[in-house]
Structures are given as structure tokens and as C-alpha cells.
């Protein structure tokens, strides 16, 4: 090898080196990393959602066709998977959104590691269960509850209009008591406790259902 060639397959591999170490070892090389990860998933987000041809075509599938779909995807993303497993998580935070199927909560926070239980229900209405489930997140070391509703919520349509109220009753009364049902959490000895001692956060926020936008309330 001829000295200037020498010299710039040196300066390259440092610059390689040096680039390898500002990613893995230091905070904003990390922080790059992080998204860097976010724009490809984005980019696989971008390239899967406009196909809807080819296999969920709506109404013109049979349920059996949907289930066996469901079976093969399944089957690809566990392979990827397999090869690309991915870390498990001590959860922080504890979501409670609505089952609607257009707010995605990895988009919502931007980030698809593991920080989050996500606890979904028709109009992000509480019921006992889940109260007792968002305690014992707590206990396990969550430090932040984000109960959230969202623009747009078909529970709260049905709520809304009498006759869908007279066939749903239930998902009705629940979208009524949704508030009362929050504050009862909150009173809950052992989350009140971790609140005045300042180891809890609870916030509210509104979801704008387009843009994935979070309003604090
Ligand atoms: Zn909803």
C-alpha cells in the first residue's frame, strides 16, 4: 500500500472508531441513536401503511380469512424477532387510553422501548381491576400515571346519543362515570401516600386523535 493510501485507510478507520465511540459510549451519540431508531421505524410505519390491498382488503375478506392473515403475520414479525430480540423493560409509566384503534402508543411517545404499561379500554374508563393493576404497577416501581381520553372517541359518541345509549347501557354509564372513576384511583391509600410523598406523578391529558398530539388538562 503507497503512504497517502496508508494514511487515508488510517484516518478512516479512527474517524470510524471515534464515530463508533461518540454513538455507544457518550449521551448525545446515544440520544442520536435513539432517533435515528425512531426515523426507521417511521420509515417502516411509512412503507407498510398504505397497503391495503393485499391482504386486509375491508369487507371483502371472510373472518377466517383475517384470523389466517393475523396467523402469518404473527409468524414473520416472531422470526424477526427471534433474530432481533429485543431488551425487557422496568416499566415507568402507566397509560390508560382508549381502545380506539387510530392512537398508536408507541407514536405517542415516540419511542417503542419497553418503559410503558398501556392499559386499554373502551373510553379509557376505569373499572376496579384496573385500578387494583395500576397499584400494583406503582408497587413495582412506575412513577408516572397518564390517564388520557381523545378527540373523536366513539364511546363517548354512544355515550352522547340516546339511542346508542338504550342498546350500549353499560359502555354509557361507564363513559359517565369516567371522572368519578379517576378520582377514585387517586384516593387509593397507597397512591395518595406515594402523591403527598412526591415518588408518584398522576396527569391528565386530552389526545387529539389525528395528529397524536398530547394536551395536558
Ligand atoms: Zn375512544
Redesign the pocket.
Known amino acids: 500500500m503507497t503512504s497517502p493510501a496508508r494514511k487515508i485507510a488510517i484516518v478512516s478507520l479512527l474517524a470510524l472508531v471515534a464515530g463508533g465511540a461518540f454513538l455507544l459510549l457518550t449521551t448525545p451519540g446515544r440520544k442520536l441513536q435513539f432517533m435515528i431508531g425512531g426515523g426507521l421505524v417511521n420509515l417502516g410505519y411509512r412503507m407498510q401503511d398504505h397497503l391495503e390491498d393485499f391482504d386486509f382488503a375491508h369487507h371483502e375478506v371472510t373472518p377466517t380469512q383475517v384470523w389466517d392473515e393475523m396467523l402469518e403475520q404473527n409468524r414473520l414479525a416472531a422470526g424477526v424477532r427471534q433474530s432481533f430480540p429485543r431488551t425487557p423493560r422496568h416499566p415507568l409509566v402507566a397509560m390508560v387510553v382508549?381502545?380506539?384503534a387510530r392512537?398508536d402508543t408507541n407514536e405517542l411517545t415516540g419511542d417503542t422501548r419497553k418503559y410503558y404499561y398501556v392499559i386499554r379500554t373502551?373510553?379509557?374508563v376505569l373499572e376496579t381491576k384496573e385500578a387494583e393493576m395500576l397499584e400494583l404497577a406503582v408497587h413495582n416501581g412506575v412513577k408516572l400515571i397518564v390517564l388520557t381520553?381523545?378527540s373523536?372517541?366513539?364511546?363517548?359518541r354512544a355515550a352522547a346519543d340516546p339511542v346508542q345509549r338504550e342498546r350500549f347501557p353499560s359502555l354509557a354509564r361507564a363513559v359517565a362515570e369516567r371522572g368519578m372513576r379517576m378520582r377514585e384511583l387517586l384516593e387509593r391509600p397507597a397512591l395518595a401516600q406515594r402523591i403527598a410523598e412526591g415518588q408518584l406523578l398522576v396527569k391528565h391529558i386530552d389526545i387529539d386523535t389525528m395528529t397524536e398530539k398530547m394536551r395536558p388538562q
Open positions: 382508549c381502545m380506539d392512537l373502551a373510553g379509557s381520553t381523545h373523536d372517541c366513539a364511546a363517548e
